[in-house]
Structures are given as C-alpha cells and as structure tokens.
C-alpha cells in the first residue's frame, strides 16, 4: 500500500532557527516522486520542493532543502532561518503510477514560528 | 504561470440541494484531480480524470459524481449536499510529464446547513 506518514501534528520553532519536518513514504514503486507544500491560513496550497527517486542529490530551494533518506525511505523537509511567514500547515506528498499517478497527501504539520 | 481557477472561495447550501464546483486550468494539463481536506485528515482523493470524459474514483467518490466535457474543465457535483460534505474543495493539474509538481485552485469551502 502507498502511504505517507508525517507524525508530528504541530510544531513549534524560534525565529531564525532551523526546523525539520517529518516525512516517511511506503511505496513499492521503484519510480516517485516527493513533494513538499505550504498552506498558509489563506488556504491556498504552494509548492515548495520535489525530489525524484532517481535523484542522486538532494533537494533545495532557497530555505528549503529535502533530506532524501531513501533507504529508510524519508523525505524530511528542512527550513533555514525560520521567518514569521513560515507559520503554516506542511504537507508531504509522494507521486506513483507513471502519467496517471494522483499524489497521495499526509496529514500535515501544522508550524508555528515565535518571534 | 499556470492557473487553475475555481469557481467560488465560499459556498452555503441546503442539505439535499444539487452542488456544482467547477475548476478550470489554463495550462493544458491532462490531469486533474478533485480533493477534499478537512482538519487532521489532510488530503483526500474524491475522483480524478486523465483525458476528457475519463475519470477515476479516488479514496472517498461516495456522494460525489465528476464530468470532464473539455480538457481545462473538471467539475465536481454533490448530487444532494449532506451536512458531511462540509469542507474545504481543491481541485487540481499537472501534467503527464513526470516530475511536475501538482497545481493547485484556491480551494472552495462549502458549508451544508
């Protein structure tokens, strides 16, 4: 079965530091991809980062990297430098199944950062 | 950039009436997909589409029917609204080609008195 599992419902981060979110995938699909997004309070969902399974190299995107464990199949989302704006609900998802494949979302984190 | 537009941000309705959501991409993607998110839930898959009049039931299609009639189009019908079918809508697009991100609308929050 495909699954993504993020365990940590909410979490809380001082400005300016740096915060990993939890992200662990189940697929038997040797072809994925990986995908972090952003939703603020607004609602609207904002891509941030993608790793394919292929990749060799992690991920980054400015303040945001992707730790890619494939082995222990994680995809932890790394933030620099916590801002304000951070303050949103993470979700990690994972594509499968080729041209066809839907994303399959975990629950979320819900991030806070303290000023 | 891409846009994948929905066609309210709020909707109130009546338990029983017919609700349509439609969402509508710019970017000629043969993919498009309907979710529904509610809190502690995350993202749940209601039906999705790869080609026109094609589509495909997702994790939760119970109470829900789609039409694809042209490829920017895709719209989702709660044929007799239920106060269970409150919730935030989002409709999605990508394209075939692997590795695209998934683009999202605005999202629709229904509310069903």
């Known amino acids: 079965a495909q699954k993504i599992t993020q365990t940590q419902p909410g979490m809380f981060v001082q400005e300016k530091e740096a915060v990993t979110l939890d992200c662990t995938y189940d697929t038997s699909d040797p072809s994925y991809g990986l995908f972090w997004y952003k939703q603020p309070s607004s609602g609207e969902m904002i891509f941030l980062i993608y790793q394919g399974s292929y990749d060799q190299q992690n991920a980054t995107e400015g303040r945001y990297s992707l730790n890619f464990q494939k082995a222990r199949k994680s995809a932890n989302l790394v933030i620099s430098a916590s801002q304000l704006g951070d303050s949103a609900m993470y979700f990690c998802?994972?594509?499968?199944?080729?041209?066809?494949?839907?994303?399959?979302f975990g629950k979320g984190t819900k991030l806070s950062v303290k000023p | 950039d891409v846009k994948v537009t929905q066609s309210s941000r709020y909707l109130v309705k009546r338990t029983g009436e017919k609700v349509f959501l439609e969402c509508v991409q710019d970017?000629?993607?043969?993919?498009m997909f309907w979710y529904r998110q509610d809190p502690g839930l995350g993202l749940r898959l209601i039906y999705f589409s790869y080609d026109v009049k094609m589509k495909e039931k997702g994790d939760i299609p119970e109470g829900y029917s789609v039409s694809r009639e042209k490829k920017e189009r895709f719209s989702l019908i709660l044929e007799s609204a239920s106060t269970n079918q409150t919730s935030m809508y989002l409709c999605a697009s990508i394209p075939i080609q692997f590795g695209h991100e998934q683009f999202f609308g605005p999202g629709t929050r229904l509310t069903v008195l």
């Open positions: 998802a994972m594509r499968v199944g080729g041209s066809q494949g839907n994303l399959i």
């Open positions: 970017m000629d993607h043969e993919n």
